[in-house]
């Protein structure tokens, strides 16, 4: 099993661009999330999806789209990038809610020039 | 909304050495307590989480932590460290108010010294 899986790893945008991250698990999870990471903030909750056809805001949403496509793949969309969105995005997933154990990706470093 | 405070951003210690990292969290109502840990350029995994009964939680790698109602607090303990403890560790809360909302601290880096 490969877990939660990220692409890309690394990306850099000009500002005003768009890019997708994509975000696979293969744990047969319901739930799965979308967190930036950023210096002295820890992780903040941007998108999640607590199961297949259903999306809801977290802590930082403005900026940003999701679309859970199916139960293994949930994809944040950048429509305009911008400077303020230069961080590490981590993918997450857990059997359901909010009692899981989420499992994490290995990250998206995104920086937005 | 909850609110997760990690007060140390930075903990030195010296192999071998206890060490005791500090989180407290704001909300009143009944909460899931968890911490992760995140080594360099890797994702987070799950040290141990408190879901209910008993007050004192064992995880991996030697760690315990123990929930405090009264004080809201989660702290994080290890008798005595390794090298291999060095990472960034995080505290998350979630409640069942706000079901699959996780709210995370800004994470304390331990750095444990030979």
């Known amino acids: 099993n490969a877990g939660v899986t990220q692409t890309p790893k690394f990306q850099v945008l000009k500002t005003g661009q768009s890019m997708t991250l994509q975000c696979a698990q293969d744990m047969n999870h319901n739930s799965m999330y979308w967190y930036r990471q950023d210096p002295g903030m820890g992780l903040r909750l941007i998108y999640y999806s607590a199961s297949e056809g259903t999306t809801d805001k977290g802590e930082v949403p403005n900026g940003y789209n999701v679309s859970r496509l199916n139960k293994r793949e949930f994809s944040l969309r950048l429509e305009s990038a911008a400077p303020s969105q230069t961080s590490v995005y981590f993918c997450?997933?857990?059997?359901?809610?909010?009692?899981?154990?989420?499992?994490f990706g290995p990250g998206t470093r995104l920086t937005v020039l | 909304a909850q609110s997760v405070t990690q007060l140390d951003s930075q903990v030195p210690v010296f192999e071998e050495a206890p060490v005791e990292l500090r989180c407290n969290y704001s909300s009143s109502v009944s909460v899931y307590l968890f911490w992760y840990v995140q080594y360099p350029n890797q994702g987070l995994q799950l040290l141990l989480k408190y879901l209910s009964g008993s007050t004192l939680v064992k995880g991996i790698n030697g760690f315990e932590a123990e929930f405090n109602k009264s004080q809201t607090s989660f702290h994080l303990r290890k008798p005595s460290v390794h090298i291999s403890d060095t990472a960034e560790y995080f505290c998350?809360?979630?409640?069942?108010?706000?079901?699959?909302?996780?709210?995370f601290g800004s994470g304390t880096k331990l750095n444990v010294k030979p």
């Open positions: 997450a997933s857990s059997p359901s809610g909010s009692s899981d154990t989420q499992y």
């Open positions: 998350a809360v979630s409640d069942w108010t706000n079901f699959n909302k996780f709210y």
